[in-house]
């Protein structure tokens, strides 16, 4: 009998301790960080499909889409410290509520525009340095099957897809990575987007192939994203598959694994 309740007893502890430890789990993922994987191709090549990383809740603050189970005591985004420039942000659609992730561009107060394919920053030019060409294999890419589009396209399945890529540099000197698909694409030439205070302009790295602030919501586009819809930041990709499934572990891109976002 004392073996058994022995024997019992260790079962208990066994399950209390699994317990707890999802306990602490889901705690720590409510409070700081939020899992997040890449659908889709709009900030290639910084995150690619298949991505996987987890997203800094504590980076800006609480939200109420980032608030620890809805509780906490005030109305709106509780701000520890302001966004930059050029941070890789989730944060919820304005009107769809989907959660969605860009690159920081025009703060409160900026000026953006797009002219020919440049950017523009509160009317001076940002500087984009030529970097060679991206290249990726045309085919299926992720659950969803996305096929890439591509600069040198149409191209055959298995084939290499190819974008042209240039270095950008923020005022303030951080420097990212954009492709570009189209020539005076949709999305090259716009009107000057003044940010209203308390409100961000993000667009994708993958500059002819986002739907982000350039584009209205009333025609599907992100607008203006206000304060209380960021999520967090993105500080580094934990892991990356190129498959259709995770579980295929001869697509696991071991490169990205651990890599910063920058």
């Known amino acids: 009998m004392a073996s058994k309740a022995k ?3 260790g079962i208990v ?15 720590f993922r409510t ?3 939020q899992p997040f994987w890449i659908p889709s191709g709009s900030m290639k090549d910084t995150l690619l499909i298949g ?5 800094n809740k504590m980076a800006y603050g609480y939200s109420r889409y980032s608030c620890p189970l809805g509780l906490c005591p005030f109305d709106g985004r509780l701000l520890f410290s302001e966004p930059d420039r050029g941070d890789v942000v989730v944060f919820r659609h304005p009107v769809n509520g ?36 991206f290249e990726e294999v045309y085919a299926q890419q992720g659950p969803m099957g996305h096929l890439p589009r591509c600069e040198n396209g ?11 890529r240039t270095k950008e540099t923020l005022p303030g000197g951080r420097t990212h990575d954009v492709l570009n698909i189209d020539t005076n694409g949709f999305g090259d030439n716009s009107d000057v987007f003044s940010v209203p205070e308390g409100q961000y302009f993000f ?38 598959s190129a498959g259709r499934s995770m579980l295929y572990f001869w697509t696991w891109r071991s ?5 910063a976002v920058e």
């Not at 991505?51 to 997203?55: A, G, I, K, R, S």
């Not at 959660?99 to 523009?120: A, S």
């Not at 490169?255 to 890599?259: H, L, Y």
């Open 98 to 133: 989907s959660d969605f992730i860009k690159r920081l561009i025009g703060v409160p107060g900026d000026t953006v525009q797009m002219r020919n394919g440049v950017l523009f920053l509160n009317g001076a030019e940002v500087t984009q340095t030529p970097d060679g060409v």
């Open 31 to 33: 409070l700081f960080f």
């Open 203 to 240: 667009m994708g790295d993958n500059r002819d192939n986002s739907q982000d602030s350039r584009y209205a919501q009333s025609v599907g586009g992100v607008g203006f994203v206000p304060a209380e819809n960021l999520i967090g930041r993105a500080d580094r990709i934990m892991f990356s």
């Open 255 to 259: 490169d990205r694994f651990f890599k």
């Open 7 to 9: 024997t019992d007893g």
């Open 51 to 55: 991505d996987f990383l987890f997203v």
């Open 154 to 164: 149409p191209v055959g399945e298995g084939d290499v897809c190819k974008k042209t």
């Open 13 to 27: 502890e066994t399950i209390k301790t699994v317990v707890y430890a999802l306990l602490i789990a889901g705690v």
